[in-house]
């Protein structure tokens, strides 16, 4: 009687660790070693299959286009939601203007992908960018989803925009939670918006 307490959270947990362990934790620790490995499994090569594929121009590539997804994508998400947030915050029209840049999460991914593969169409007659692109500057029309200059970067735009919508609605709930007292107090005091959103908004949001 007295180690029951002390059993009872491991009879709760201990199913899931089971699961994890095996299912993630153990695999885990084979892939880290069969790594470490000849391709025949036969010698221990130590670090060289890291240093082979690091060196790999395709694989430096992809490294180089996963920074690219986690630095634009990431930041531009949150970056654009708080934006969108702070603009839409407690204005007249604010439901209206929400509603319109949280439409792109409303709709499904493939018709997202077919929007945007007319929006991206290379041929001008089709294509929204390259109609825009052609009659302003008169040059020749770019291939937006082929050129491996651009497409990336492309792409990256088309997830911005789906997921702005989400971030800026989850940014305005944690918005309307400062006292709008507050905010009016520093601005009859002469703070200017700026200083609102640094000052009196940040430090909210930092408050634990």
């Avoid at 997804?69 to 209206?96: H, S």
Wanted: hydrophobic share 55%.
């Amino acid at each position: 009687m007295l180690c029951r307490p002390a059993v009872r959270p491991w009879i709760w947990v201990g199913p899931a660790l089971i699961l994890v362990s095996a299912f993630l934790v153990y695999p885990s620790v084979v892939t880290v070693w069969i790594s470490l490995l000849s391709a025949d499994g036969k010698r221990f090569v130590g670090l060289a299959n890291y240093a082979h594929v690091l060196t790999d121009n395709s694989v430096l590539i992809a490294i180089r286009n996963n920074v690219y997804w986690l630095v634009f994508y990431t930041g531009g998400v949150l970056v654009l939601g708080l934006i969108l947030a702070v603009l839409a915050d407690r204005v007249p029209y604010e439901a209206p203007l929400k509603s319109l840049f949280f439409m792109p999460m409303a709709i499904s991914f493939v018709a997202a992908g077919v929007i945007w593969t007319f929006m991206y169409d290379f041929a001008p007659e089709t294509g929204t960018l390259n109609a825009a692109w052609t009659a302003i500057t008169r040059q020749n029309a770019i291939p937006w989803l082929i050129d491996h200059r651009v497409n990336n970067l492309a792409l990256i735009f088309v997830a911005v925009w789906i997921w702005t919508g989400f971030a800026m609605v989850i940014t305005s709930a944690a918005l309307k939670g400062i006292p709008m007292e507050l905010l009016e107090a520093a601005r009859v005091d002469g703070a200017n918006e700026l200083t609102v959103f640094r000052r009196i908004i940040g430090r909210c949001w930092r408050r634990p």
